[in-house]
């Protein structure tokens, strides 16, 4: 029975989780998760609104409105529909870690500022000697990505066996793909760049300052309410990157050593970098095509079927619901597809879930064991096909399949 039992859910973050999340954001300097309490609750507040419409007007996309070209992240934030996840211990309610997904981060009139680098060659004649800079341009991207976020877990649930924090992590691909009406095209990762116990940042402090009087950690808290003097006072033209110290040039485009996991994790699932940067820190932009990440492209939907035995299961994944409240369940579990098109899961999922056969659930298969140690059985790489079922009360809201809406 402990095998078949789920230990850990992922849900929607609450108000009750604000103490947590406001001592989790002062762990890292995160953008999307500032340590100022006003901000995250707003952002709990979105939240919610967002898994409403998730689950209420699945069918329609959610247009945000945009006024302003001069807007900080917490004005773009609230402009956007955002998700937030927490993870905590089955039947605890208590706040393990987090991670986010913005539907769109910017749009037309509303750039977004990064850094893009370029390699330019140099060559005297006379002196035979020619050589290569990298130079840094700033650049306004109007495209208006989905863009994740936020990812953090407690230090001592950090390395644990049954990977928790890929677990709050992938979950926001699995949300992505029962919803992809709802998300952009591109999916953006803004990664964090070595930054100092102290939290702050060469980069920063040897090129952004030359041109922004402000530290590291004043101009990251400005950046939620305003955007506009990172225009106004960065240079319009070439940075040369030779003329900063070499250590400070060696961190652009790098990662920290906490980060670094998350960015192999990233890659593997099919991000790039392609030369754009943070203009604070440097960190690296990594980006991918919504729809050719796997995880999006196999998430499926089917009604829950009666429960099974352990034993009887064939696949493990992500299965999730989202009931007509907007109240979202995700675990990693064990399940199998029956010949009718019903997700079969054990009793204590299903108790987990606070589901019942009949509910609509979301489904995303994994290759990787729920328990270490245990050869997990090939996931599906197809999902079931639809079958003509009657919907409960708690299903109306219920979109299409990903497979349809991509």
């Not at 604000?18 to 001592?23: A, F, G, I, R």
């Not at 850094?115 to 330019?120: A, C, M, Q």
């Not at 100092?196 to 808290?221: C, M, N, Q």
């Not at 010949?339 to 108790?351: C, I, N, P, W």
Request: include cysteine.
């Amino acid at each position: 029975m402990g095998k078949s039992r789920p230990q850990f859910v992922v849900r929607r973050a609450m108000a009750s989780d604000l103490p947590t999340l406001h001592k989790l954001s002062k762990m890292v300097h995160f953008i999307n998760l500032p340590p100022d309490q006003e901000i995250i609750a707003d952002k709990i507040r979105n939240s919610r609104k967002s898994f409403l419409r998730a689950a209420r007007d699945a069918k329609t996309v959610h247009k945000p409105k945009r006024e302003s070209n001069t807007g900080g992240i917490s004005e773009k934030t609230a402009l956007a529909d955002i998700f937030m996840f927490v993870i905590e211990e089955c039947n605890t309610e208590g706040c393990l870690g987090t991670s986010q997904v913005i539907s769109q981060m910017g749009g037309p009139g509303h750039p977004n500022v990064c850094f893009k680098l370029e390699t330019r060659e140099k060559y005297a004649e006379d002196l035979k000697f020619g050589a290569k800079h990298t130079i840094a341009k700033v650049y306004l991207d109007e495209s208006g990505p989905t863009e994740l976020g936020g990812l953090i877990m407690q230090p001592s649930f950090r390395g644990h066996k049954l990977k928790l924090g890929r677990f709050v992590a992938l979950v926001r691909f699995h949300f992505i793909g029962l919803h992809r009406k709802m998300f952009r095209p591109t999916i953006l990762a803004e990664m964090m760049a070595p930054i100092t116990a102290k939290g702050e940042s060469l980069v920063w402090d040897t090129l952004g300052r030359r041109f922004i009087p402000l530290s590291y950690d004043e101009a990251d808290r400005f950046c939620q309410y305003s955007r506009a003097f990172m225009t106004d006072l960065l240079p319009e033209g070439d940075i040369h990157l030779s003329l900063i110290p070499p250590q400070a040039r060696a961190q652009i485009g790098e990662v920290g050593p906490d980060t670094l996991p998350a960015r192999r994790m990233l890659e593997r699932l099919g991000f790039s970098y392609d030369g754009f940067v943070d203009p604070f820190d440097g960190g690296p932009y990594l980006t991918a095509n919504t729809d050719e990440i796997e995880l999006v492209r196999n998430t499926f939907r089917a009604p829950f079927g009666p429960s099974i035995r352990h034993d009887q299961t064939n696949q493990v994944g992500i299965v999730s619901v989202l009931n007509s409240d907007g109240d979202f369940r995700a675990v990693q579990c064990a399940f199998q597809v029956d010949r009718a098109g019903h997700l079969r899961v054990t009793s204590e999922t299903m108790m987990a879930l606070h589901a019942e056969p009949g509910i609509e659930a979301g489904c995303t298969p994994m290759r990787v064991p729920i328990e270490p140690g245990k050869t997990a059985p090939a996931a599906s790489k197809r999902a079931p096909k639809k079958t003509a079922t009657k919907k409960t009360s708690t299903t109306k809201a219920a979109t299409k399949s990903a497979k349809t809406e991509a």
